[in-house]
């Protein structure tokens, strides 16, 4: 994860390095000011989840195990 915050209004979208092969079924995720977006990579123009820049580092890290 290179990219740091981005503003909300452009954000960088990047899919997870733990999708594998299978490009149907990934996460991507935005850093942005107030922490990072998550949305289904399918689905680009759909709905996103919001999380803080904390939670996200809860949740790498809890999943890196």
């Given at each position: 994860?290179?990219?740091?915050?981005?503003?909300?209004?452009?954000?960088?979208?990047?899919?997870?390095?733990?999708?594998?092969?299978?490009?149907?079924?990934?996460?991507?995720?935005?850093?942005?000011?107030?922490?990072?977006?998550?949305?289904?990579?399918?689905?680009?123009?759909?709905?996103?989840i919001s999380v803080s820049a904390e939670a996200w580092s809860r949740?790498?890290?809890?999943?890196?195990?």
């Amino acid at each position: 994860m290179s990219a740091g915050p981005q503003p909300d209004s452009q954000p960088v979208w990047f899919k997870s390095s733990h999708s594998g092969g299978n490009t149907t079924e990934c996460v991507e995720a935005a850093f942005v000011p107030t922490g990072v977006m998550v949305r289904d990579s399918k689905t680009p123009r759909g709905p996103h989840i919001s999380v803080s820049a904390e939670a996200w580092s809860r949740f790498v890290g809890a999943s890196a195990r």
